[in-house]
């Protein structure tokens, strides 16, 4: 059974262009947790997904950024018109349910030029 | 505001030695979960305790939770320069989503 997948591992962007992280969560497991880490931070929940559902996304800034998760492939977190303060360190978890420990991807690294 | 707050921010000790580490929180929990991360790496999961419980172990681990408190603590025993990370408290409220704290940064030096 693989773990929590994310793509691509590490992403340069200059500042404007878009970003797609991709997240594909365990096997069996139907709900995605978006995380992302500044440097010498924790981790700041940004979005709480189900399939084809949006449950939380109260951690996501109003602009630029949207999540989605399909009932087919897997999760997407979406950074459109890229600036220098999206660099950071997105990380993706998956769990069969709620109240049950969420297993973390490896996450994203994100540098915008 | 910060849910979760870690103290200390770092320790240093010698292999063979136990490390300790607190997380503070605010609001009431479904359950707390303590993380290990690898400089550069993912997050490993090493503990879930839930609010109905006091204490835990796993290996040489062992988690302590204090409701009244708002307050648990993280112990390993014995340790060993490959425990050398950073450690991370979770708080899952009723919402599902975790917060985290800032972290305790572990050097064991062997």
């Known amino acids: 059974n693989a773990g929590v997948m994310q793509n691509p591992r590490h992403l340069v962007r200059r500042r404007g262009q878009e970003a797609r992280l991709r997240c594909s969560p365990m096997k069996g497991h139907s709900h995605v947790y978006w995380y992302r880490q500044l440097p010498e931070e924790g981790l700041k929940f940004m979005v709480y997904?189900?399939?084809?559902?949006?449950?939380?996304e109260s951690g996501m800034p109003k602009e630029r950024f949207s999540a989605e998760f399909p009932k087919e492939g897997p999760s997407i977190l979406r950074i459109q018109q890229v600036v220098r303060g999206d660099s950071a360190a997105y990380f993706c978890?998956?769990?069969?349910?709620?109240?049950?420990?969420?297993?973390f991807g490896p996450g994203t690294r994100l540098t915008v030029l | 505001s910060q849910q979760g707050e870690e103290d200390p921010q770092a320790l240093s000790i010698q292999e063979g030695e136990n490390a300790t580490m607190n997380c503070s929180y605010k609001t009431s929990i479904n359950n707390l979960q303590w993380y290990r991360q690898n400089s550069g790496r993912g997050l490993v999961h090493l503990i879930l305790i839930r609010s109905n419980e006091r204490e835990k172990h796993s290996g040489r681990l062992r988690v302590t939770l204090d409701t009244s408190k708002k307050s648990s603590s993280l112990l390993i025993t014995a340790s060993r320069a490959a425990d050398t990370a950073s450690y991370f408290c979770?708080?899952?409220?009723?919402?599902?989503?975790?917060?985290f704290g800032t972290g305790t940064r572990l050097q064991v030096f062997p």
């Open positions: 997904l189900q399939k084809e559902n949006i449950i939380d």
């Open positions: 978890a998956s769990s069969p349910g709620r109240g049950n420990e969420q297993f």
């Open positions: 979770a708080t899952e409220l009723y919402t599902d989503k975790l917060i």
